[in-house]
């Protein structure tokens, strides 16, 4: 009774900070966890807007893994997610290390800015900028090789560029937002350990090398398991940039998911692809947070 009396007078108390996260918890059972149960319950189904769905069972993921189109998806998720996995967690890193050693502090502002700024565009914007600059006529290395006598290169119509596009260009949208994460690790770093490598003649890359280096550990790790979460969820970039010669080089699963669901109405199949996502999304999470030994 006590216990009951307790645990009524600490509700009382913080019964406004229960109803201020209220609407947050809401959001996310609405927009969130019921649209994953109900995409649960459709992938065991034939599912039908106008009459009644059947039920299947596992017939839509039995089709799944016995698709050719479903494991080229999956090859290139992986291949494409791998890559933005290790690149937009590494080359960030660098360039936060070599905007730490300027010291002009206008120039180091400038150069952050320009960094940043292609993070802040959406990938409509970013798609269309560089489906421009990789033009075959007006494009701007199409142009830089006509002056060099080069001839022009439709990038965007050739297989062998496809993947190493759609790396680079995430590489740039992305590096800005990871490269302030490092920046702000570096700047709560204590001074007074460079002020002692500096006394004991150290360097600026031996400085970087044992100091600053490893403590950006952490937030490397929070960086990768970020990048790890993220890694077969790979959407709005392929929509925009797409097209029908390097699909094959490009569609990831997602978008496998939205032609299937959205363009030809198989639902119940498209849903059964998102589970497996959904799930194996949860098991490489998992294996990261061992293997990194990240808390949360």
Same mark, same amino acid.
């Given at each position: 009774?006590?216990?009951?009396?307790?645990?009524?007078?600490?509700?009382?108390?913080?019964?406004?900070?229960?109803?201020?996260?209220?609407?947050?918890?809401?959001?996310?059972?609405?927009?969130?966890?019921?649209?994953?149960?109900?995409?649960?319950?459709?992938?065991?189904?034939?599912?039908?807007?106008?009459?009644?769905?059947?039920?299947?069972?596992?017939?839509?993921?039995?089709?799944?893994?016995?698709?050719?189109?479903?494991?080229?998806?999956?090859?290139?998720?992986?291949?494409?997610?791998?890559?933005?996995?290790?690149?937009?967690?590494?080359?960030?890193?660098?360039?936060?290390?070599?905007?730490?050693?300027?010291?002009?502090?206008?120039?180091?502002?400038?150069?952050?800015?320009?960094?940043?700024?292609?993070? &802040?565009?959406?990938? #409509?914007?970013?798609? $269309?900028?560089?489906? /421009?600059? +990789?033009?075959?006529? *007006?494009?701007?290395?199409? =142009?830089?090789?006509?002056?060099?006598?080069?001839?022009?290169?439709?990038?965007?119509?050739?297989?062998?560029?496809?993947?190493?596009?759609?790396?680079?260009?995430?590489?740039?949208?992305?590096?800005?937002?990871?490269?302030?994460?490092?920046?702000?690790?570096?700047?709560?770093?204590?001074?007074?350990?460079?002020?002692?490598?500096?006394?004991?003649?150290?360097?600026?890359?031996?400085?970087?090398?044992?100091?600053?280096?490893?403590?950006?550990?952490?937030?490397?790790?929070?960086?990768?398991?970020?990048?790890?979460?993220?890694?077969?969820?790979?959407?709005?970039?392929?929509?925009?940039?797409?097209?029908?010669?390097?699909?094959?080089?490009?569609?990831? &699963?997602?978008?496998? #998911?939205?032609?299937? $669901?959205?363009?030809? /109405?198989? +639902?119940?199949?498209? *849903?059964?692809?998102?589970? =497996?996502?959904?799930?194996?999304?949860?098991?490489?999470?998992?294996?990261?947070?061992?293997?990194?030994?990240?808390?949360?």
């Amino acid at each position: 009774m006590e216990h009951i009396k307790s645990l009524a007078g600490h509700f009382k108390r913080i019964r406004m900070l229960y109803l201020l996260i209220l609407p947050a918890v809401l959001y996310f059972i609405i927009f969130t966890y019921f649209p994953v149960l109900n995409g649960f319950r459709i992938s065991f189904q034939d599912y039908r807007f106008i009459g009644a769905s059947k039920f299947v069972g596992l017939k839509n993921y039995i089709e799944a893994i016995h698709t050719p189109g479903f494991w080229r998806v999956f090859g290139n998720t992986l291949i494409l997610g791998l890559s933005n996995v290790i690149l937009t967690a590494f080359i960030p890193m660098f360039l936060a290390l070599l905007l730490n050693e300027v010291q002009f502090t206008p120039w180091k502002r400038f150069s952050q800015t320009i960094i940043y700024m292609p993070h &802040l565009f959406s990938w #409509v914007i970013v798609g $269309g900028i560089w489906i /421009f600059i +990789l033009s075959p006529n *007006s494009g701007l290395i199409n =142009i830089l090789r006509s002056f060099f006598g080069k001839p022009s290169i439709y990038f965007m119509a050739k297989e062998s560029y496809a993947r190493t596009i759609m790396i680079g260009v995430n590489l740039w949208k992305q590096s800005g937002y990871v490269c302030i994460l490092y920046l702000a690790s570096i700047a709560g770093i204590n001074t007074e350990l460079y002020e002692a490598a500096m006394i004991d003649g150290a360097g600026s890359f031996k400085r970087a090398l044992y100091i600053t280096v490893p403590e950006l550990v952490s937030t490397l790790k929070v960086v990768l398991l970020l990048n790890v979460m993220g890694a077969l969820r790979i959407f709005n970039q392929i929509y925009v940039m797409r097209n029908e010669v390097i699909a094959p080089k490009i569609d990831v &699963l997602m978008y496998y #998911v939205y032609d299937r $669901g959205l363009a030809q /109405f198989k +639902l119940g199949y498209a *849903s059964a692809i998102s589970v =497996i996502v959904f799930v194996i999304t949860m098991i490489i999470t998992i294996i990261s947070l061992k293997l990194i030994k990240y808390k949360i």
